[in-house]
């Protein structure tokens, strides 16, 4: 079957293999030994891949994967199933609050987006599955120029709610209260089942 195989798309998937990794980043000379491809091809496959966002480059130089593999992760059928519990609060969340509600999973201080719900406004919080940071001594929240970010756990699960916005239009009082409440709900919806 060897006239079934496209080099290329060889190579660009031996170059998404190397990120299954404790790593968080890798460079372009980590990539090159975890691969054994040259460094000029590798710019090139990293190039095509850094265009349809499946590796991001940070301002050091270094790669990390991006959101297309996270989104297309999110087609699995338990994940399906993990929205199909999750995105009617996260709306309602939405809905009753004007902020962004989302879904957030949490593994070694590693934040993602999981699921999102954005308010039909202009003057919002864009935040799409897939995103990352870093949490902040404890504080899962994303600092936002301009805005705020209020979380709750889910209680026995990884997984917490977000709401957020620009700064001072949801009182934190308000934004805390209906975060509770939909955590309440969702931890009734065996969300453990879902491993994050």
């Given amino acids: 079957m060897a006239q079934d195989r496209v080099e290329a798309v060889e190579r660009a998937l031996s170059v998404m293999e190397a990120f299954d990794t404790q790593h968080e980043s890798l460079t372009l000379a980590e990539l090159a030994e975890v691969t054994t491809l040259y460094k000029s091809t590798l710019l090139r496959l990293l190039g095509s891949l850094e265009r349809y966002d499946y590796v991001q480059r940070d301002a050091r130089g270094r790669y990390r994967l991006g959101a297309t593999p996270a989104r297309l992760a999110r087609r699995h059928a338990p994940t399906r199933q993990l929205a199909s519990l999750v995105m009617p609060v996260l709306e309602r969340l939405c809905r009753d609050t004007g902020e962004t509600a989302a879904l957030l999973s949490c593994e070694e201080d590693q934040m993602e987006c999981c699921l999102s719900a954005l308010p039909d406004?202009?003057?919002?919080?864009?935040?799409?599955?897939?995103y990352r940071w870093q949490m902040q001594d404890d504080d899962p929240s994303l600092a936002l120029p301009g805005g705020t970010m209020t979380c709750q756990a889910?209680?026995?699960?990884?997984?917490?709610?977000?709401?957020?916005?620009?700064?001072?239009?949801?009182?934190?009082?308000?934004?805390?209260?209906?975060?509770?409440?939909a955590a309440t709900v969702l931890s009734h919806r065996a969300l453990q089942d879902y491993p994050s």
């Fill in 121 to 130: 406004t202009d003057l919002r919080h864009t935040l799409r599955p897939g």
């Fill in 154 to 181: 889910i209680p026995d699960t990884a997984y917490w709610l977000s709401l957020s916005g620009p700064k001072g239009r949801l009182p934190a009082r308000e934004a805390r209260r209906a975060l509770q409440e």
